[in-house]
């Protein structure tokens, strides 16, 4: 189900409500645009950044509600929570969302098991498209011309959610490792 066709949460609320999952993949995020706004707007869209991509951290009642009684939560995070970003606010967010994941085993008693995978860009990704030509050929260089596709990306995520020895609480890394 795709959140971007839905005109608001509660309405994707709804559309949820009373249905159940193996598994909910929460692939939201947003970036600043930081260079291309007015100082007296930059705080807004800081905030909204940062709370676009932590919206979607559960608590046990919603989890529960919603997922088969063994299903799995694939939190998408991203490389700027290990290397930091050109957008800070992005980084601290995808930082945070790894940090609630590695606290989900310590914090909660559930059968339900909630991962975050940190990625790099994708190549045919929007976020990559909408970056200035310089920073996409700096990235190029720095992944050794390695980036995931969409389709790469898309396989990788149904190797983690069919893992079953992957632990609730585990930051799954895949692409290339560079800073």
């Known amino acids: 189900m795709?959140?971007?066709?839905?005109?608001?949460?509660?309405?994707?609320?709804?559309?949820?409500?009373?249905?159940?999952?193996?598994?909910?993949?929460?692939?939201?995020?947003?970036?600043?645009?930081?260079?291309?706004?007015p100082n007296y707007k930059k705080?807004?869209?800081?905030f909204e950044t940062y709370t676009t991509n932590?919206?979607?951290?559960?608590?046990n009642l919603f989890l529960n509600s919603i997922l088969d009684k063994n299903g799995r939560i694939l939190h998408v995070s991203s490389r700027a929570?290990?290397?930091?970003?050109?957008?800070?606010?992005y980084a601290a967010s995808?930082?945070?969302?790894?940090?609630?994941?590695?606290?989900?085993p310590k914090?909660?008693?559930?059968?339900?098991?909630?991962?975050?995978v940190s990625v790099g860009l994708i190549?045919?990704?929007?976020?990559?498209?909408?970056?200035?030509?310089e920073l996409r050929m700096t990235h190029l260089r720095r992944s050794g011309d390695s980036l995931l596709s969409n389709h790469q990306?898309?396989?990788s995520i149904m190797t983690i959610l069919e893992d079953l020895n992957i632990k609730s609480g585990e930051i799954i890394e895949i692409g290339p490792q560079y800073e």
């Open 2 to 37: 795709n959140l971007e066709s839905k005109g608001s949460i509660e309405e994707f609320l709804k559309t949820v409500a009373n249905k159940k999952f193996t598994y909910i993949i929460n692939l939201i995020g947003a970036t600043s645009s930081i260079n291309e706004i």
């Open 43 to 46: 705080m807004r869209n800081y």
């Open 54 to 59: 932590l919206i979607f951290l559960f608590d």
């Open 81 to 89: 929570a290990k290397y930091g970003s050109y957008d800070r606010f």
């Open 94 to 104: 995808k930082s945070a969302i790894e940090g609630y994941i590695r606290s989900i």
């Open 107 to 116: 914090s909660l008693d559930t059968s339900i098991c909630i991962n975050a």
């Open 123 to 133: 190549t045919d990704s929007k976020m990559f498209s909408l970056m200035k030509p």
């Open 153 to 155: 990306f898309a396989a």
